[in-house]
């Protein structure tokens, strides 16, 4: 079997075990996991060796921008997806927030939408087409001079 990338020696920890193993990836998924894989045909070997091998975590329950008592959450979907990875979490699930009342379907309408402000927000910051605030167009700077 040919594989894209392979990941050799490492320690392989799973949910109930931990064993020496090696790591075949194909289209983006584990394809095999066995004491010792081919490493000739794959597109890229990655020695693991003293490296523990696992799987990411999943964190299905989390506030990402959500509203609460007058004020949001400090991470936004962005920032807050970040550091999920950098802690080895590869998967999240948002909290939908339901007003009183309302069902998951409109609270997830409202979460997509909040979503999809912040993303627009994101992306026009980062392409120079924001426009500057209010204060800052109406806000003169005067140098000060230093005595």
């Known amino acids: 079997m040919r594989f894209d990338t392979v990941i050799k020696n490492g320690t392989v920890v799973t949910a109930t075990d931990t064993y020496k193993s090696d790591v075949g990836i194909a289209g983006g998924r584990i394809a095999a996991i066995a004491e010792s894989l081919p490493a ?6 990655i020695d693991a060796t003293g490296c523990l091998v ?3 975590g999943i964190d299905v329950h989390t506030h990402l921008d959500m509203p609460f008592g007058g004020t949001t959450s400090a991470d936004d979907f962005e920032s807050g997806t970040i550091a999920a990875a950098f802690g080895g979490t590869t998967t999240i699930v948002d909290f939908a927030v339901q007003d009183y009342g309302e069902g998951l379907r409109q609270g997830l309408a409202q979460l ?3 979503h999809a ?3 627009r ?4 910051r980062r392409s ?3 426009r500057p605030s209010r204060a800052s167009r109406s806000r ?3 140098p000060r001079s230093r005595p």
């Open 140 to 142: 003169s700077v005067t």
């Open 121 to 124: 927000r994101r992306l026009s």
């Open 54 to 56: 696992m799987p990411g």
């Open 112 to 114: 997509r939408r909040r």
């Open 117 to 119: 402000v912040r993303r």
């Open 40 to 45: 000739e045909n794959a597109g890229k070997v």
């Open 128 to 130: 120079g087409t924001s």
